[in-house]
């Protein structure tokens, strides 16, 4: 079965930084287009980036250029998301999900880890 | 990175047909494919439609998907109970790249 388990959130202190990583399991993760995606409390979707199967070429949405970094290791099946200089405004629940091609948004999810912002 | 609007609401009677309607322009629906979403209370957004008109394997004939010009449209025929959630539609946007969603409808069942 497919699975994708986020990790990392928590709360740090604004201009911190924080780490996530996904776990993938069930598919061939390295045929895979992947995704971060966000949702701040009560609010809709946003995404965040993404990461081609190599690696070799990414996207990021505005707000986290220069902040915000994806990531993937083939060897551990896992994608990440380096976050820093963390504004109050990144506080949501964070997604990882699994996209067919880089424009597709996700056809799997993960059920998300929660990171705030906050002092 | 533009977003797509979304009607904030929209119900039903059991047994009823809504409409879920998703107004985007030429550099993301015109040109890209249509995905939709559903998101129950508490839970990750789940596939439900995919390049426009698409089910997923298990998700019911229920769900249909269109898209004309630069709007698309889910409709939930037959409504039921545990169709009551947050949907959101999305597309790829070319210039700038990025991936944007709709502001999403929540769907009420009367």
């Known amino acids: 079965e497919v699975h994708l388990v986020e990790s990392g959130g928590g709360l740090v202190q604004p201009g911190g930084s924080l780490r996530l990583s996904c776990a993938a399991s069930?598919?061939?993760?390295?045929?895979?287009?992947m995704s971060w995606v966000r949702q701040a409390p009560g609010k809709g979707l946003e995404w965040v980036a993404n990461?081609?199967?190599?690696?070799?070429?990414?996207y990021y949405v505005d707000s986290v250029k220069g902040r915000f970094i994806i990531s993937r290791d083939h060897t551990k099946n896992s994608l990440y998301l380096q976050m820093n200089s963390l504004r109050a405004e990144d506080t949501a629940v964070y997604y990882c999900?699994?996209?067919?091609?880089?424009?597709?948004?996700?056809?799997?999810w993960g059920k998300g880890t929660t990171v705030t912002v906050s002092s | 990175q533009s977003v797509l609007t979304q009607p904030p609401s929209a119900s039903g009677t059991p047994g009823q047909r809504v409409t879920i309607s998703c107004s985007g322009s030429?550099?993301?629906?015109?040109?890209?494919?249509v995905n939709w979403y559903q998101q129950l209370p508490g839970t990750a957004p789940k596939l439900l439609i995919l390049?426009?008109?698409q089910r997923p394997s298990g998700v019911p004939d229920r769900f249909s998907g269109s898209k004309s010009g630069t709007s698309a449209s889910l409709a939930i025929s037959g409504l039921q109970a545990e169709d009551e959630a947050d949907y959101y539609c999305?597309?790829?946007?070319?210039?700038?790249?990025?991936?944007?969603f709709g502001t999403g409808t929540k769907v009420t069942v009367l």
């Open positions: 999305g597309a790829w946007e070319d210039s700038p790249n990025g991936y944007v």
């Open positions: 030429s550099s993301n629906i015109g040109t890209n494919t």
């Open positions: 069930g598919f061939t993760f390295s045929s895979y287009w």
């Open positions: 990461i081609r199967q190599d690696g070799n070429e990414i």
């Open positions: 999900a699994r996209c067919w091609y880089y424009g597709s948004g996700g056809d799997v």
């Open positions: 390049n426009d008109n």
